[in-house]
């Protein structure tokens, strides 16, 4: 039921972990499932230049922050911030519908990182 590619993030993680000296850090909980998930973030000129994350979740919760950190490392705050939970189900090959809210938390930690970030004097 989930996409090779899913299995594979879920198999091999990327960027799996924590940054202690994170620029911005956003912690969102699921409310479907009470899965958690935090996402770290450093960045350099405008750009995510390192982004890790620690879930406590199901395993499409653990491929799609895996997903996520790929598709924002080295992108603008701006284009960070454009990233959706479809565009991290999309780049998964998709996933079941039963799991959908899975690709919610990757998301919404991912912008709760950034706007940390931001509101911690960071420049747009
Ligand atoms: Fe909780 Fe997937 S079941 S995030």
Redesign the pocket.
């Known amino acids: 039921m989930y996409s090779e590619k899913v299995m594979d993030h879920f198999r091999n993680p990327r960027n799996m972990g924590e940054i202690p000296d994170a620029d911005g850090v956003g912690t969102v909980g699921?409310p479907?499932?009470g899965?958690m998930m935090t996402i770290y973030i450093k960045v350099k000129d405008n750009r995510i230049a390192d982004i890790k994350f620690k879930t406590f979740?199901?395993g499409?919760?653990i491929a799609t922050s895996s997903m996520t950190t790929e598709l924002a490392k080295g992108k603008t705050i701006d284009e960070a911030l454009k990233i959706t939970r479809d565009d991290v189900a999309k780049d998964l090959g998709g996933l079941p519908p039963v799991?959908m809210?899975?690709s919610n938390?990757a998301a919404d930690a991912l912008h709760a990182a950034i706007k940390d970030y931001l509101a911690k004097g960071g420049k747009k």
């Open positions: 699921n479907v499932c899965d979740g199901c499409a919760a799991k809210h899975c938390l």
